[in-house]
């Protein structure tokens, strides 16, 4: 049986920045291979993914996550060195120990013991692993899920590692996320020098009433699931640098996170007659970030509560807020998906880190899911 603690420390001390997985997953499959499960490696252009498998039964149960994690930033600003597993005062820093190689090592752990007591158990279970989440997503598990479809391989329960919880594990559980779209806009103006404002055409002038009314315009009032519908700029760049300058173009960069009450199409349809309602001159390029997806009811959620209360006390909070996962590939083949994994407060800082007993606790929730579900 394999330590929860020994196999994160483990995880973290692999350097997998985003898109390199370090030997994680190689790790994760000699972990195991040994109980039945079955390794194939899908690897598209610089991503590295696994799909390991137990069985060939329904229902399917998959353990999805990642195991790139982002940069660390400078290293000097750290307690102890980012990827050298660090035990201070009952919490274990390093990069990644929250996002989610903590996650992964008590999948693993509670997958081993579940086994162990049920050789016999019904279904399937499955590892979905990439190394491309924290990346541009191009690559990792959306080329999994399309895989997978081709040859009709169904997964009915999943489970994404990400680190929901807020204040203790299990307080959060996400069931659902917003969906994401994201616009580059370039608006259109004619370079000058300012104290000839006639013979120019300052975009920064021209769109600002319509930034004003895109910030004010209610989208949607959301529902029981999602908030409204939000829209945040991220990014304005303008001008050449010269104060005595009109620029001739301006890039602004917005995001749009959206719940289940409007599609993608409809707010592309909605902001481009506001941009030409106010005669605007520009180019826009959309990027689909993923739909939302719902899982509000069933036996995947109801085995998750049932779990967290059994194993914590807790009386769990389902979410659908917060950013985007690789939840949004899985969902729509018809899966049933929920987050759960360790606290979020460190993620992507400087001094991320996760509090030990939290391993032991996330591992005994992901075992007693298994139960309820598999047994």
């Known amino acids: 049986m394999t330590d929860v ?7 973290i001390n692999k350097k997998s920045v ?5 030997g994680c997953m190689d790790l994760l499959a000699d972990l195991l291979t040994p109980l039945g499960f079955v390794v194939e490696h899908l690897d598209f252009g610089d991503t590295k993914n696994v799909w390991i498998r137990k069985g060939s039964q329904a229902p399917l149960f998959c353990f999805a996550g990642h195991t790139d994690v982002v940069p660390s930033g400078p290293a000097e600003k750290w307690q102890t060195p980012p990827f050298e597993a660090t035990e201070k005062d009952g919490m274990l820093f ?3 120990a929250a996002d989610m190689k903590g996650s992964i090592a008590a999948m693993v752990v509670a997958t081993q013991r579940f086994i162990q007591a049920n050789p016999d158990h019904k279904g399937s279970i499955a590892y979905l692993i990439t190394s491309d989440e924290e990346g541009p997503f191009i690559n990792g598990t959306t080329k999994v899920i399309d895989t997978l479809e081709e040859r ?3 997964i009915d329960w999943c489970i994404v590692g990400e680190p929901s919880s807020t204040a203790k594990v299990g307080d959060v559980v996400k069931n659902g996320r917003r969906g994401s779209l994201t616009g580059d806009l370039i ?3 004619i370079q000058g020098h300012v104290a000839y404002p006639h013979l120019a ?3 920064i002038h021209q769109v600002a009433p319509a930034l004003a009314e895109l910030a004010n315009t209610h989208w949607d009032s959301g529902n029981e699931f999602f908030p409204p519908t939000s829209f945040q700029i991220s990014n304005i760049n303008g001008g050449t640098g010269a104060g005595n300058v009109i620029p001739g173009e301006l890039h602004i960069c917005f995001n ?3 719940s289940t009450e409007v599609t993608d199409q409809e707010l592309i349809k909605r902001v481009t007659e506001l941009l030409d309602k106010h005669q605007l001159e520009y180019d826009i390029k959309w990027t689909f970030n993923g739909q939302p997806f719902l899982t509000a009811a069933g036996d995947l959620v109801a085995a998750t509560v049932d779990a967290i209360k059994d194993c914590t006390g807790i009386d769990t909070e389902l979410s659908t807020a917060g950013g985007t996962s690789d939840g949004r590939f899985i969902a729509p083949t018809g899966a049933q998906v929920v987050e759960l994994g360790p606290v979020n407060a460190t993620i992507h800082k400087i001094d991320e880190c996760v509090n030990i007993n939290d391993l032991s606790t996330l591992t005994s929730v992901y075992q007693n899911i298994l139960q309820r579900l598999l047994a």
């Open 5 to 11: 603690l020994t196999l994160t420390k483990a995880l």
């Open 94 to 96: 390093g990069r990644g």
């Open 201 to 203: 055409r300052n975009p």
């Open 187 to 189: 608006i259109k103006g």
């Open 18 to 22: 985003t898109p390199e997985d370090a």
């Open 256 to 258: 749009f996170r959206f």
């Open 152 to 154: 009709n391989e169904k």
